[in-house]
């Protein structure tokens, strides 16, 4: 078997480097409790201002905007807010809780600096804004290790929401941002290939690896850009998805397009050309070397 030589890796960021469900569910899930019970407010009617509380900003990663949630009062506010000698105040653990389960899977860090100390330029693509982006790489320390993440475009801040640091406080120093579209979705092979031109890579020498069948290796399968899939990112926990889709960012006509290419999808039977149980796999899979080009971006 012939060893392929990758000067480019490509890699999606949310459920293939860190766990982003995880991390999503166990803030939100215990945030979304305790409001619901210490503010008396009717499950299914919380559920349901999250949900357009998500849509209106395109993220479900906003939900630290509680003054936008129509169930609640002032009163609410100040119970959310307050924290007492017997337990934190409620959005105080919200934010804890999503900082403490921000965790890379196993040998993620290690793999990737070896894969760096090889010249190997490494490029993140994700659908998560920018300043959500920026701030996982920032807490995980990855700043560096990365050369360049394609993110979109951020949503404004929400104005009922005080901010407490300046937005450059989560600027990068070493890590390069490029901005894409707001909304954007993948599978685009459009973006993909666009990627490959700014960083001086072609098919040949670069890899594209990512969690999710109908969205990474489907759209890398387009290109004929060899596809890893890291199927560690993609066990779905039932309790944890089915939160998220109950209260996702996702419209209607959005929710229509996933359906539609999950059907594509399985009439064309995608299939990667390699897929790994573990992050580290791919250092037995690739010869990684020098990039040896700068970015044209």
């Known amino acids: 078997m012939v060893v392929k030589n990758v000067k480019v890796l490509i890699t999606d960021l949310d459920d293939t480097i860190w766990d982003w469900l995880v991390m999503w569910y166990n803030s939100f899930n215990p945030y979304s409790n305790r409001i619901q019970n210490e503010c008396r407010i009717n499950k299914d009617n919380l559920i349901s201002d999250f949900k357009q509380l998500h849509q209106k900003y395109h993220t479900s990663e906003v939900s630290y905007a509680y003054k936008e949630l129509k169930s609640l009062t002032p009163e609410s506010y100040n119970i959310i807010e307050r924290d007492s000698e017997e337990k934190i105040g409620i959005i105080h653990e919200y934010y804890r809780n999503k900082k403490n389960n921000l965790k890379l899977y196993n040998d993620v860090l290690e793999t990737l600096k070896i ?13 998560s804004n920018i300043f959500y982006t920026k701030w996982r790489i920032k807490t995980l320390n990855l700043d560096g290790i990365f050369d360049i993440i394609y993110s979109p475009e951020d949503h404004e801040l929400p104005q009922t929401v005080d901010r407490v640091y300046e937005p450059s406080h989560w600027d990068l120093t070493q890590t390069q941002i490029s901005k894409l579209p707001a909304k954007f979705k993948k599978p685009n092979p459009e ?7 700014d960083n001086s890579a072609t098919n040949k020498d670069a ?9 990474d290796i489907y759209m890398a399968n387009q290109i004929n850009l060899t596809s890893v ?3 560690y990112g993609n066990a779905i926990d039932n309790e944890a998805y089915n939160l998220l889709r109950a209260v996702t960012h996702w419209q209607n006509e959005e929710v229509q397009r996933e359906i539609a290419i999950k059907d594509e999808v399985k009439n ?5 050309d390699y897929t790994i149980k573990n992050f580290k796999e791919i250092l037995n899979l690739f010869n990684f070397e020098n ?7």
């Open 268 to 272: 064309a039977t995608v299939k990667p």
């Open 291 to 297: 990039h040896g080009a700068r970015s044209s971006s």
């Open 115 to 127: 894969i760096k100390s090889k010249g190997t330029r490494i490029i993140g693509f994700t659908e």
């Open 207 to 215: 890899i594209y690896m990512g969690d999710k069948l109908d969205r």
């Open 191 to 197: 973006i993909l290939l666009k990627i490959l031109k």
């Open 229 to 231: 899939h890291a199927i």
